[in-house]
């Protein structure tokens, strides 16, 4: 009978998004690997597009009025790689959020913790025939993927809403690994080896090869490879393999112009040029080689050793490396750098950017410190290979124990090198022009860990009108601090920007004839922060907050923290000798309404005595109590009361 009633109410209902309230539960996704906490009484409606949730108060989500959005995507292909940070990604969001209508940025921040990266952001804006709307948010990117979190709150709704939903996106955590990465980095470079063939086999006769790709595996490179035949679309002497386990390679002819990086999948044998693009190589040159180093940039030398190029994946960057052969400057040089001597151009690096080089020869290495360009005092001369030229390349790698072997492409063969006891040992036949491989570099490719904090506290934003919330132009800000005394004066457009300290306590005035000046105090954070600044217009009418100026409950009493409020009354005051104002005196709801109302004007009394005490006219100075008639904040509970326990003055004469 049960399961009757139950099919019958679903065939009514028709299948609807799955919703659950649960009150103040986790609510987590393994696979995103993530987890937050939600409130009690909210609920929770997962979207049809994966990733997509919403969590919200009230009856129906349409009618919210507070909600909070979690949107997991992929990072465009073009940006998944880069730093978003340093890209320019928290002033793009900041350039988005100014276009919205009457917009005052509360907060910008951003922060790297090296596994992921995120921009926190709050703001109130005009929405549409709905009064002022409240955002905060968080935009975290992790794995090439953007986890997207933000939270509304209407304008109507009480604190408490706000709140919720401040710790609801507070809570949210990356866990686990997370998605698969999408990242080149991260990628993880797998045990297979390459080499570009030199010769092939056609109609019984050996000729130039140059194009064919043959692949290895540590597990046992004595095996035959499997080929890869003339996947390249021209004759090439330089292999890298990236950390996303794909061959890249450029032409070896001796165009002497900017040639393009060609890029090959061995795992579906498809291939396309890169839009990098490397210099011209140079009169009489080939690019020769090519390696990757601990952060998978792929680097290309030419024959004379006397060009080396980087290509950052990530960055999409191409630079020169150098454009002399260090080795030039060791001792040891006349001994291979002869007329007629061979080349010591092919290359591979290690795990500690060490360029290390074969002298084509005997199979002798070499080695630089990439960083500085510095070669190593002495060659590093290896036993037991053939007596005789022909070593093309070098490529460093781990062996199926675990072990950093290194490859030589030889005479005819391949050799495997242990580097300790410098001694060689053939794996197999074969001539190669070049070697490819990173397993070696894997691990120190995918360890992040999260930079130092910035030794540099920068604060941006706009002076705004506090009614309009237009920008204020000349509005000019005092600030003062450890080993500050400045003074900054806004565009055109409002804007301001200054430098400090992290972690120290800076006092800002903000003053602007016609407006209130604002004196008020910051810590400012490590890194860039945006926030902006409103002055309250001293136009007749206007009712101007003096948010410090609150009492105890119950009582006529000033707490200690209204001082500074009252002193920027008092300055306003005497600055201004015409200037007439009427306080305006409130409560919040606790006790008799009329109790209320005669409290209300004793604290406007003791306000006054304040600023009579201190020298202004009593005439200049009217008075009204309201009570708990107009609340600023809701009275359900003792911490938003308090902000209902205030004064306020309206201006009324002489500006």
């Given at each position: 009978m049960?399961?009757k009633v139950?099919?019958?109410?679903v065939l009514?209902?028709?299948?609807?998004?799955l919703?659950a309230?649960?009150?103040?539960?986790?609510f987590s996704?393994a696979?995103a690997g993530?987890q937050?906490?939600?409130?009690?009484g909210w609920?929770v409606?997962?979207?049809?597009?994966w990733?997509?949730i919403?969590?919200?108060t009230?009856e129906?989500?349409?009618?919210?009025?507070a909600?909070?959005q979690?949107?997991?995507s992929?990072?465009?292909?073009?940006?998944k790689?880069?730093?978003?940070?340093?890209?320019g990604e928290?002033?793009s969001?900041?350039a988005t959020?100014?276009?919205?209508?009457?917009?005052?940025i509360?907060s910008?921040?951003q922060?790297?913790?090296g596994?992921?990266q995120?921009?926190r952001?709050e703001?109130?804006y005009?929405a549409a025939?709905?009064?002022r709307t409240h955002v905060?948010g968080?935009?975290l990117w992790?794995n090439?993927y953007?986890y997207?979190?933000?939270c509304q709150v209407?304008s109507a709704?009480?604190?408490r809403?706000?709140a919720?939903?401040?710790?609801?996106?507070n809570?949210f955590?990356?866990t686990g690994?997370?998605?698969?990465?999408r990242r080149?980095?991260d990628?993880g470079?797998?045990?297979?080896m390459?080499?570009i063939?030199?010769?092939?086999?056609?109609d019984d006769l050996?000729?130039?090869?140059?194009?064919?790709i043959?692949?290895?595996s540590?597990?046992?490179?004595?095996q035959p490879?499997?080929v890869?035949?003339?996947v390249?679309?021209?004759q090439?002497?330089?292999l890298?393999?990236?950390?996303?386990n794909c061959?890249?390679?450029?032409?070896?002819a001796?165009?002497d112009a900017?040639e393009?990086?060609?890029?090959?999948?061995?795992?579906t044998r498809q291939?396309?040029y890169t839009?990098w693009r490397l210099?011209?190589?140079?009169?009489?040159?080939v690019?020769?080689?090519?390696a990757?180093?601990?952060?998978?940039?792929?680097?290309?030398?030419?024959s004379?050793a006397?060009?080396?190029?980087?290509?950052?994946?990530?960055?999409?960057?191409?630079?020169?490396?150098?454009?002399?052969?260090?080795v030039?400057?060791?001792?040891?040089?006349?001994?291979?750098?002869f007329?007629?001597?061979?080349?010591?151009a092919?290359?591979?690096l290690?795990e500690n950017?060490?360029l290390y080089?074969?002298?084509s020869?005997?199979g002798?290495?070499?080695?630089?410190d990439?960083?500085?360009s510095r070669?190593?005092?002495?060659l590093l001369?290896?036993d037991?290979l053939?007596?005789?030229?022909g070593?093309s390349d070098?490529?460093l790698q781990?062996?199926?124990?675990?072990n950093?072997?290194f490859?030589?492409?030889?005479p005819?063969?391949l050799?495997l090198v242990d580097?300790e006891?410098?001694k060689?040992?053939k794996v197999?036949?074969?001539?190669?022009?070049?070697l490819?491989?990173?397993?070696v570099?894997r691990?120190?490719?995918?360890?992040?860990?999260a930079?130092?904090?910035?030794?540099?506290?920068?604060?941006?934003g706009?002076v705004?009108?506090?009614?309009?919330?237009?920008?204020?132009?000349q509005?000019r800000?005092?600030?003062?601090?450890?080993?500050?005394?400045?003074t900054l004066t806004?565009?055109m457009q409002g804007?301001f920007?200054?430098v400090?300290r992290?972690?120290q306590?800076?006092?800002a005035?903000?003053q602007l004839?016609?407006?209130l000046a604002l004196d008020?105090t910051?810590t400012l954070a490590?890194?860039p922060?945006v926030?902006?600044v409103?002055l309250q217009?001293l136009?007749l009418?206007?009712?101007?907050?003096?948010?410090?100026?609150?009492f105890?409950?119950?009582k006529a009493?000033l707490?200690p923290?209204s001082?500074?409020?009252l002193d920027?009354?008092?300055?306003l005051?005497?600055?201004?000798?015409?200037?007439t104002?009427?306080?305006?005196?409130?409560t919040?709801?606790?006790g008799?309404?009329?109790?209320?109302v005669l409290?209300s004007?004793?604290?406007?009394?003791?306000?006054?005595?304040?600023?009579?005490?201190?020298?202004?006219a009593?005439?200049?100075?009217?008075?009204?109590g309201l009570?708990?008639?107009e609340p600023?904040?809701a009275n359900d509970?003792e911490t938003t009361r308090r902000?209902?326990?205030?004064v306020?003055f309206?201006v009324?004469?002489g500006?």
């Amino acid at each position: 009978m049960y399961l009757k009633v139950l099919l019958t109410l679903v065939l009514a209902l028709g299948w609807l998004p799955l919703s659950a309230q649960v009150g103040g539960q986790q609510f987590s996704d393994a696979r995103a690997g993530y987890q937050l906490l939600y409130p009690p009484g909210w609920w929770v409606q997962e979207e049809a597009a994966w990733g997509h949730i919403t969590f919200y108060t009230g009856e129906t989500r349409r009618h919210a009025p507070a909600w909070v959005q979690l949107a997991i995507s992929a990072v465009p292909a073009s940006r998944k790689d880069l730093d978003l940070l340093k890209t320019g990604e928290p002033d793009s969001l900041w350039a988005t959020l100014r276009r919205l209508p009457q917009v005052r940025i509360l907060s910008l921040d951003q922060a790297d913790a090296g596994f992921y990266q995120e921009v926190r952001y709050e703001y109130t804006y005009k929405a549409a025939a709905a009064g002022r709307t409240h955002v905060l948010g968080r935009r975290l990117w992790r794995n090439g993927y953007e986890y997207r979190l933000e939270c509304q709150v209407a304008s109507a709704a009480d604190a408490r809403r706000l709140a919720e939903g401040r710790q609801l996106v507070n809570s949210f955590a990356l866990t686990g690994k997370g998605l698969p990465s999408r990242r080149y980095t991260d990628q993880g470079c797998d045990d297979k080896m390459y080499g570009i063939a030199a010769l092939r086999v056609q109609d019984d006769l050996w000729e130039d090869d140059c194009r064919t790709i043959h692949e290895f595996s540590v597990e046992d490179p004595t095996q035959p490879p499997v080929v890869h035949s003339r996947v390249l679309p021209f004759q090439s002497y330089a292999l890298a393999k990236g950390f996303d386990n794909c061959l890249y390679s450029v032409t070896k002819a001796p165009t002497d112009a900017p040639e393009y990086v060609y890029r090959y999948d061995p795992a579906t044998r498809q291939g396309r040029y890169t839009p990098w693009r490397l210099p011209a190589q140079g009169g009489d040159n080939v690019w020769i080689s090519a390696a990757t180093d601990a952060r998978g940039d792929l680097y290309f030398i030419t024959s004379d050793a006397g060009k080396l190029v980087k290509v950052s994946p990530t960055a999409n960057t191409v630079t020169t490396v150098w454009n002399a052969d260090p080795v030039r400057q060791a001792r040891y040089y006349p001994t291979i750098g002869f007329a007629g001597a061979g080349t010591h151009a092919n290359f591979c690096l290690d795990e500690n950017n060490t360029l290390y080089q074969v002298y084509s020869t005997n199979g002798t290495l070499l080695a630089v410190d990439l960083p500085t360009s510095r070669p190593w005092a002495d060659l590093l001369p290896v036993d037991g290979l053939p007596n005789k030229g022909g070593y093309s390349d070098v490529v460093l790698q781990l062996d199926a124990e675990g072990n950093r072997v290194f490859y030589l492409a030889g005479p005819k063969a391949l050799y495997l090198v242990d580097f300790e006891k410098r001694k060689a040992t053939k794996v197999r036949r074969g001539v190669y022009t070049d070697l490819a491989g990173c397993n070696v570099l894997r691990e120190a490719g995918r360890i992040r860990a999260a930079p130092a904090p910035p030794a540099t506290a920068g604060w941006r934003g706009r002076v705004l009108d506090a009614t309009t919330f237009r920008p204020l132009p000349q509005a000019r800000l005092h600030l003062t601090g450890p080993a500050t005394d400045t003074t900054l004066t806004a565009s055109m457009q409002g804007f301001f920007a200054g430098v400090g300290r992290p972690g120290q306590r800076y006092r800002a005035r903000v003053q602007l004839p016609g407006y209130l000046a604002l004196d008020t105090t910051y810590t400012l954070a490590p890194g860039p922060h945006v926030r902006d600044v409103l002055l309250q217009p001293l136009a007749l009418g206007s009712v101007l907050r003096l948010d410090k100026v609150q009492f105890e409950q119950g009582k006529a009493v000033l707490l200690p923290s209204s001082g500074p409020d009252l002193d920027r009354l008092l300055a306003l005051l005497t600055a201004t000798p015409t200037l007439t104002i009427e306080l305006r005196g409130h409560t919040d709801n606790v006790g008799d309404p009329q109790k209320n109302v005669l409290l209300s004007e004793q604290r406007v009394e003791v306000v006054k005595a304040y600023l009579v005490s201190h020298g202004v006219a009593a005439a200049r100075i009217t008075g009204i109590g309201l009570g708990g008639a107009e609340p600023r904040a809701a009275n359900d509970q003792e911490t938003t009361r308090r902000l209902n326990r205030r004064v306020e003055f309206r201006v009324t004469g002489g500006k």
